[in-house]
């Protein structure tokens, strides 16, 4: 009871303390308490201590309450459930992922999802999942689209039709330098996308060189 109450104390680093003192000693009858904490925890580092300790618990336990999360209307549930269940890496819930959450109005949980996606994702839906999150080019600040452009090369080669589909709407060439050369900085990507705009692919690839 004393770690449950240290859970919700007024203080961060005593809520630090027993997320991590739950971690290292974790018992299936704090799920509750973890998952009810990530929901509405303010500070991040607790919040991914949070995380840490949810994964050190079955993930029979776990995965089917951060799955319940997921239809909370608090934004943070559901972002930091989907941050966990990346986390856990627990492909059997990957059907839990849905086109809301991908599309979802906040743009922290539409981030959690993409991350949680591409984890998840069974190779045989790779595609569909690159087509889905091409949709979402344009989106938000320079920190979304990083975040999108980061997703979409991590599911590798097959993202190449979808971009270059997309080559015609919004900064996709921004992925497809990532995809190539993932070292390369996003703001010199976002560069190589306006001169494809500007002057057009082969003249922009000519200026390149």
């Not at 997320?19 to 000693?25: D, R, Y």
């Not at 050190?56 to 909370?72: G, M």
């Not at 938000?140 to 990083?146: I, K, T």
Request: aromatic share 4%.
């Amino acid at each position: 009871m004393r770690l449950l109450d240290a859970l919700a104390a007024a203080n961060s680093s005593t809520r630090l303390e027993a997320a991590l003192a739950v971690g290292t000693h974790p018992e299936p009858g704090f799920v509750d308490a973890l998952v009810e904490r990530c929901a509405i925890e303010p500070d991040f580092f607790v919040r991914d201590m949070l995380t840490w300790a949810l994964t050190r618990l079955p993930p029979e336990i776990t995965v089917p309450k951060l799955r319940a999360e997921l239809r909370s209307e608090r934004a943070q549930a559901r972002s930091q459930a989907l941050h966990t269940l990346s986390k856990i890496g627990d492909r059997d819930a990957w059907p839990a992922i849905t086109r809301s959450l991908l599309h979802d109005a906040d743009d922290e949980v539409a981030r959690s999802a993409w991350r949680a996606a591409v984890v998840l994702v069974p190779d045989g839906d790779k595609p569909g999942l690159a087509a889905e999150l091409a949709t979402q080019f344009g989106r938000g600040d320079r920190e979304v689209r990083l975040s999108l452009s980061r997703a979409l090369v991590a599911l590798g080669e097959v993202v190449e039709p979808v971009l270059r589909k997309a080559l015609a709407s919004h900064d996709p060439s921004a992925t497809e330098r990532l995809l190539h050369d993932p070292d390369a900085g996003f703001d010199l990507a976002v560069g190589a996308a306006r001169r494809v705009v500007a002057l057009g692919p082969d003249r922009a690839e000519t200026t390149a060189c």
